[in-house]
Nanobody
C-alpha cells in the first residue's frame, strides 16, 4: 500500500507564508504526476498546482505568482511554498500522487493524502 502524509498547515495572517509537504511512502516503484488540491467549506475540491516527474508545473490562476510547487524525487516528497497568503486561500489542502506500484504496472494508481488545514486570517 501507499500512504501520502501532508504537513505544514496552520494559522497565518494575510500576507504571510506557509510551506506544505507531502511525503509518499510504501510500495512505490515510481511516481508520475503529483498535485495539490484544496477544498474550502461547502465548495468543490479544486486543483491548486501540479508537477510531473520531469518537473513541469501548472498552477491555478488564483495562485500564480504566489505559490510554488516542487518535488524531491529521491525522497518521494512534494512541496508547496505559499507566499502572500490571502483569506480566500483558507481551505483543507490535499496532495495526490500517481504511483506505479511495480515495474510491470501498466497504469499508475492515484493516491490521496488525508489533508492539512490552512487558515489565513485577515
Amino acid at each position: 500500500q501507499v500512504q501520502l502524509v501532508e504537513s505544514g498547515g496552520g494559522l497565518v495572517q494575510a500576507g504571510g507564508s506557509l510551506r506544505l509537504s507531502c511525503a509518499a511512502s510504501g510500495s512505490i516503484f515510481s511516481i508520475n504526476a503529483m498535485g495539490w488540491y484544496r477544498q474550502a467549506p461547502g465548495k468543490q475540491r479544486l486543483l491548486v498546482a501540479g508537477i510531473t516527474n520531469g518537473g513541469s508545473t501548472n498552477y491555478a490562476d488564483s495562485v500564480k505568482g504566489r505559490f510554488t510547487i516542487s518535488r524531491d524525487n529521491a525522497k518521494n516528497t512534494m512541496y508547496l511554498q505559499m507566499n502572500s497568503l490571502k483569506p480566500e486561500d483558507t481551505a483543507d489542502y490535499y496532495c495526490n500522487a500517481d504511483v506505479k506500484l511495480t515495474y510491470s504496472s501498466r497504469y499508475p494508481t492515484r493516491y490521496w493524502g488525508q489533508g492539512t488545514q490552512v487558515t489565513v486570517s485577515s
